[in-house]
């Protein structure tokens, strides 16, 4: 131990301390506009971001991912706690039990590696709820951006609630709000360049990440300058002081049940989107991620958050990004950062009372528009028409009627595409190219047929969603061959044959069998063949099994079931 702790001090503690205090820096303003943007007060945020981070560090697997409040997770959040706060709860003590739930959720997948789970949220349902999430989470800053009392966090729900208000702004406070907004993107789109003038490209990419916290720091100057809170700018306001705040989340089982329907997508999401940036993060840096610890990780973050007077938490690619520039090289950093920000905290608790809320919806904004990706829609539109609906529905639902509701439609959907494509098994019929011994669909190459021989590829796996469409397709087949007097079945692409398949199997054979057709078998994986032997195929089973198609093709060494 004493010498791994030597060897750390001598090669990574430095570069882990630079980047730790840089993400620090950084995750104040985040967690504080996280937080808002969650329903929550701003210092909520700011406790998501101590104790988490650090219990993420002891137990993930990522050495550069930043755990703490992010905007899909506080979208979600807010949507999870809305019924139950317009009922009477406080919105900190439904939080609280949002992050357990969550955090049991993902403890209970990682115990049972439930990892695969993942697979439920396909490409396009990710980039449909991303991008519906993006524009939602856009329009609800809309009104602390130009100052009216509107809320809501979807298309409807703001837009009626600031038709209600009948107030369209408040103009200094539009004034502070545009002009941050402005100011950051033009700080997105050219501070790299600038500062790449006199600084390494490197050091230039690093600071202009940081560019967000000289608009912050400018807009708490200005407010303090203007008194900016007499003339009816919103402001974040005095903070509590600073302290860890150990209690375990309330323990209300009827809170907990009305809310358990909520954490399920959350609990999902946090860990797709968190293992998106970690494996993301690991691919550049050659490095692996193990999905079964990132479960782990996750569960005790959202878990201590619960504990910690927190708020659901998940991976940041923006600061794990900034983490890997920055130079971090373990996940010591990680808990170095909570360590820096709580000492940040202590310190600067009076200043960020002047920090407009104008400014931090100015900040969500510019960071949640900036993972956008509209070419994915267009490559999906050219790809699958099917799979680019899915994406428009996932957005379009997450932005009028609710991530919940988007989430479940888009896997859903997803689910339905899987079972339309595996209820449709495509079987090719094959000869042979040329003098070789390889077989092709003879509708896509120039192949040879062997005359009163019926050769056909199956191309998926047999299973009871498309087993019963077998018979079908052959005779279909067979229909179009009339002088057939063998079939010969590839099996080379057959991962995996269940009981219904073996019995669609054996209505093929005794079918061909009326006719006096033989049917053979190539290139049987070893697991299927186990499993047919287990079916006793041997009692009914007629034909031969070939290790190769050309022997097949050719009839010799074959051998029984």
Not at 32 to 44: E, I, N, R
Not at 352 to 364: D, E, G, K, T, Y
Request: net charge positive.
């Amino acid at each position: 131990m004493r010498d791994r702790l030597r060897l750390y001090r001598q090669h990574d503690l430095r570069d882990d301390l630079v980047a730790a205090f840089i993400v620090a820096i950084l995750l104040i303003p985040q967690s504080l506009a996280y937080a808002l943007l969650a329903g929550l007060p701003p210092q909520v945020g700011v406790y998501a971001s101590v104790l988490p981070m650090a219990a993420y560090a002891l137990l993930g697997s990522s050495s550069v991912n930043s755990v703490g409040p992010v905007a899909v997770v506080a979208l979600l959040t807010a949507h999870g706690i809305a019924p139950v706060v317009a009922d009477g709860t406080p919105a900190t003590a439904a939080a609280l039990v949002l992050a357990a739930e969550a955090g049991l959720m993902l403890g209970v997948a990682a115990l049972f590696r439930l990892d695969a789970l993942a697979a439920l949220l396909s490409t396009p349902v990710l980039h449909g709820f991303s991008t519906g999430a993006a524009l939602a989470i856009s329009l609800s800053q809309l009104p602390a951006l130009l100052g009216s009392p509107a809320r809501g966090f979807t298309a409807p729900e703001v837009v009626g609630s600031w038709w209600d208000s009948g107030t369209p702004g408040h103009a200094l406070t539009a004034a502070f709000g545009l002009g941050a907004l402005a100011l950051l993107w033009l700080a997105r789109q050219h501070a790299r360049a600038l500062l790449a003038r006199w600084l390494a490209p490197a050091t230039a990419s690093l600071l202009s990440r940081c560019s967000p916290l000289v608009v912050v720091a400018a807009g708490m100057a200005l407010a303090w300058a203007l008194a900016a809170d007499a003339r009816g700018v919103a402001l974040v306001g005095t903070l509590p002081p600073f302290g860890l705040q150990l209690a375990l989340p309330p323990l209300d089982a009827a809170l907990w049940w009305r809310l358990l329907p909520s954490a399920a997508p959350l609990a999902l999401v946090t860990f797709v989107s968190s293992l998106a940036v970690s494996e993301g993060l690991a691919l550049r840096r050659r490095e692996r991620v193990d999905a079964r610890r990132e479960l782990t990780g996750l569960a005790a973050a959202d878990l201590v958050a619960a504990c910690s007077a927190g708020m659901p938490i998940g991976g940041s690619f923006s600061r794990g990004a900034l983490n890997a520039e920055a130079g971090a090289r373990t996940r010591a950093a990680g808990a170095w950062a909570a360590l820096l920000m709580a000492l940040a905290m202590l310190l600067l608790t009076a200043p960020l009372a002047w920090l407009p809320r104008a400014v931090l919806a100015a900040s969500i904004v510019i960071a949640v528009m900036g993972v956008v990706e509209w070419r994915a829609f267009a490559e999906a539109w050219r790809y699958s028409r099917p799979e680019f609906a899915v994406m428009a529905a996932v957005g379009a639902l997450t932005l009028f009627v609710g991530s919940e509701a988007a989430l479940a439609t888009g896997v859903a959907l997803s689910i339905g595409l899987l079972l339309q494509r595996s209820a449709n098994p495509h079987v090719a019929r094959i000869g042979r190219v040329g003098d070789t011994e390889h077989y092709r669909n003879v509708e896509r190459h120039e192949v040879q047929s062997t005359p009163g021989v019926l050769a056909l590829r199956i191309d998926e796996s047999l299973v009871f969603t498309n087993a019963r469409r077998l018979a079908s397709v052959v005779a279909d087949q067979l229909a179009a061959a009339p002088e057939t007097k063998r079939v010969v079945l590839l099996m080379s692409p057959v991962n995996a044959i269940d009981f219904s398949a073996m019995e669609a199997l054996r209505a093929v054979h005794e079918m061909l069998l009326e006719r006096d057709i033989r049917l053979d078998l190539t290139e049987v994986k070893g697991p299927v063949l186990d499993r047919l032997r287990a079916g006793a195929w041997d009692k009914w089973f007629r034909g031969r099994v070939f290790l190769s198609h050309h022997q097949g093709m050719r009839d010799v060494g074959g051998h029984g079931p």
